[in-house]
């Protein structure tokens, strides 16, 4: 059984720190890694994808991936308010996507 | 639009009666799969499809079936619903496993 875990918060910043969410997994034969956003009552949308070990940035998020120690993460720079949503933690290994159960996080103004 | 659609967007139902919940995507994208999503359990995947024809299981396949005679469609088909089966489910398909686009959800209530 693939496991994928996310403290599910909330996680509460200010408006302008960088929000950090953390996932761990168990499967190490996991090839990719996503990010997905869910607002409420939304379907998730895709933030970012890794592969490789290391940090990958896009704008104001930057995903970074330790396979050694199996975790991935996703820092949120400048947060805003309209940042606040649910962010999910999937791995592929195989053909299945596996998602953790997400991290819920507050902006504050 | 490049868009996943699924119908109905919301269902209320009865034990035992069999229903389908339709997906259907305008990208000609190759994989598709059904999701259920539960608080405090995530998102969980109950089949996916590599292409037509091709079908696997998920992690919580029980009690749904599902087929994929069109590139375009793939229905989720609950042959006797239970109240268990009770969840927000979504469809999702993408031309290669790293980017899933996602329906906009089938809230289904079994009583």
């Known amino acids: 059984q693939k496991e994928v875990e996310q403290n599910s918060g909330p996680l509460s910043v200010p408006e302008g720190a960088i929000a950090s969410l953390n996932c761990t997994y168990s499967?190490?034969?996991?090839?990719?890694f996503f990010w997905y956003r869910q607002y409420s009552g939304k379907s998730p949308e895709l933030i970012m994808f890794?592969?490789?070990?290391g940090d990958k940035e896009d704008g104001r998020f930057t995903a970074q991936l330790n396979k050694a120690s199996q975790y991935v993460s996703l820092l949120i720079r400048d947060s805003q308010p309209s940042d606040s949503a649910t962010y999910l933690c999937?791995?592929?290994?195989?053909?299945?996507?596996?998602f953790g159960g997400g991290t819920r996080l507050m902006v504050k103004p | 639009e490049a868009q996943v659609t699924q119908n109905p967007r919301y269902l209320i139902t009865v034990t035992g009666k069999k229903l389908t919940v339709t997906c259907s995507q305008n990208?000609?994208?190759?994989?598709m799969s059904w999701y259920r999503q539960d608080p405090g359990l995530g998102l969980r995947q109950i089949y996916y499809?590599?292409?037509?024809?091709?079908?696997d299981k998920g992690d919580v396949p029980e009690g749904y079936k599902v087929s994929r005679k069109e590139k375009r469609n793939f229905p989720l088909i609950l042959e006797s619903p239970s109240p268990n089966q009770t969840s927000l489910y979504f469809c999702?398909?993408?031309?290669?496993?790293?980017?899933?686009?996602f329906g906009p959800g089938t809230r289904l209530t079994v009583l």
């Open positions: 999702a398909s993408s031309s290669k496993r790293n980017e899933q686009f």
């Open positions: 499967d190490r034969g996991s090839q990719s």
């Open positions: 890794i592969y490789s070990n």
């Open positions: 999937a791995l592929l290994a195989g053909n299945m996507l596996t």
């Open positions: 990208m000609n994208h190759e994989y």
């Open positions: 499809s590599m292409n037509v024809e091709v079908t």
